[in-house]
């Protein structure tokens, strides 16, 4: 820090979490606070991720919000965000009342001894209960203005607008009270709440606790350096600087930073030592069934593996659409794609289908939950390769089934069943597989090849070898 800076110290919008359980109405109410449409844009009606906003209130005050998700995979997310934040919002449904995220969200906000606000929403439903909500919170020792303590509720109802100005107030009053403020030449501090990779490359959205950030400027965190190519407002306008109070995204980093971290200028913190993300070199245990994870953003890509079943093995995950790499990657290892909000261009679908490799897509986060639990409930069989027999002829007292593969893959080690009109006819192994005169130990979809296989079951042009893993 410069020591003949002169202080411009000065109050800073406040930043804001939203936390609650998940469709008690936190970003709806944000929609009618922001006079946006976001809740009704989103995949399942659910939020599935970290975004940043700003408001100004009719008495021209800047507030910035924070949204997290409700959905249980999201608590990193909902830590972050309070962890970052001045203020927070605490979302309880006022007809359905606390519930298992609204406790976590609690503890969260409790643990960071941040002053915090009760928004009992959905005031307007008949079934709708304030006082339910504010008796609930109380066992869970919460002391409310009037009752002991300094912890406002407020009654609001994003569909009618009662209780948004008078929230707005609250938030206001608090960060007066609190003295909530930045100077935009101090060193910057600024925290990191999603990134991912755009057209445009690797970005970061953050939230700017302290200094500036100018286009231009050398970049570091924790884990990624960079030089701030283009920063943009929370509505995607073009900024020249983002200043306390403000969130933004910026783009020019080398690799997505970690989300949570900070971000200083290079000439103000020492660079990191940064890791070098690369594929698991770890040999896959057995019966354990193997997948590449791809995500959109950071964030979910956490949430995602932190919900991973343990019958599943992640050979590699990053953020950003399937490539190329991936799809050889998950090839090498016999492993399926899944993705969440993550895209593959034609390109890339037309390889993984030459390849062999399955890639399956997921836009709602407990769908995705739904499918990985299912196939470890039902033990169901994993089909790595089916090869379609041609011909057939003789070789030294023994049976040669000429093959072509029509799905996945075949190796020499596989357990294969041999099938007719989908009947087992009954488990085989391989002895020899050749491809013209050549020894060969694989084959991928598309191509041809000769294999002995004992026992010398009775086959025929047209039954099916099938290679197959037992996800049980």
């Not at 050889?328 to 492993?335: E, G, I």
């Not at 085989?428 to 010398?456: D, H, L, N, Y």
Request: one cysteine or more; proline letters at 4%.
């Amino acid at each position: 820090m410069k020591e003949n800076r002169k202080s411009t110290l000065t109050s800073r919008p406040p930043i804001v979490v939203v936390l609650g359980h998940v469709d008690h109405g936190k970003t709806t109410l944000l929609d009618a606070i922001r006079k946006t449409n976001v809740a009704q844009k989103e995949t399942g009606g659910i939020t599935q991720s970290i975004g940043a906003s700003q408001v100004t209130t009719k008495d021209g005050k800047i507030i910035t919000f924070i949204d997290t998700p409700g959905h249980e995979a999201f608590a990193k997310m909902r830590s972050r965000g309070t962890k970052i934040s001045d203020i927070a919002i605490l979302v309880v449904a006022s007809d359905d009342g606390v519930k298992p995220q609204t406790k976590e969200a609690l503890e969260y906000i409790l643990s960071e001894s941040m002053p915090f606000i009760v928004a009992a929403t959905k005031v307007d439903l008949p079934s709708a209960s304030a006082d339910t909500v504010r008796q609930q919170l109380e066992k869970e020792g919460v002391a409310f203005e009037g009752r002991g303590g300094d912890t406002p509720l407020v009654r609001v109802s994003a569909k009618s607008g009662e209780g948004i100005n008078e929230l707005l107030e609250v938030i206001t009053l608090l960060s007066e009270l609190h003295g909530i403020s930045g100077d935009p030449n101090d060193p910057l501090d600024a925290f990191i709440i999603e990134t991912g990779r755009g057209k445009g490359g690797p970005y970061a959205a953050l939230v700017i606790r302290n200094g500036t950030l100018k286009v231009g400027d050398e970049i570091v965190s924790e884990s990624s350096v960079g030089k701030a190519r283009g920063i943009f407002d929370f509505q995607g306008k073009v900024l020249s600087e983002a200043i306390p109070g403000q969130p933004a995204q910026v783009l020019g980093f080398s690799e997505p930073p970690s989300i949570g971290s900070r971000i200083w200028h290079k000439d103000e913190h020492s660079q990191p030592a940064l890791a070098v993300k690369s594929p698991t070199q770890e040999k896959i245990a057995e019966g354990k069934i193997p997948i590449l994870v791809k995500a959109k953003n950071a964030g979910s890509l956490e949430a995602v593996l932190a919900r991973v079943p343990k019958n599943f093995f992640v050979i590699f995950s990053d953020v950003g659409d399937v490539s190329e790499s991936d799809v050889l990657l998950a090839k090498s290892a016999n492993a399926e794609i899944i993705t969440f909000e993550s895209r593959a261009s034609s390109g890339v679908l037309r390889l993984a289908k030459t390849e062999g490799v399955h890639i399956e897509t997921f836009t709602i986060i407990y769908e995705l939950f739904e499918k990985l639990e299912e196939v470890v409930k039902k033990g169901e069989v994993q089909i790595l390769g089916k090869a379609q027999i041609l011909s057939m002829f003789p070789y030294d007292n023994k049976k040669i089934a000429g093959c072509k593969v029509i799905k996945g893959k075949i190796t020499k080690n596989d357990r294969l069943s041999l099938t007719r009109n989908e009947n087992e006819l009954g488990k085989i192994k391989v002895i020899s597989m050749q491809k013209g005169r050549q020894e060969i130990t694989e084959v991928a979809q598309g191509e041809e090849f000769g294999v002995i296989f004992t026992p010398q079951l009775e086959f025929k042009v047209g039954d099916v070898l099938i290679s197959v893993r037992n996800n049980s």
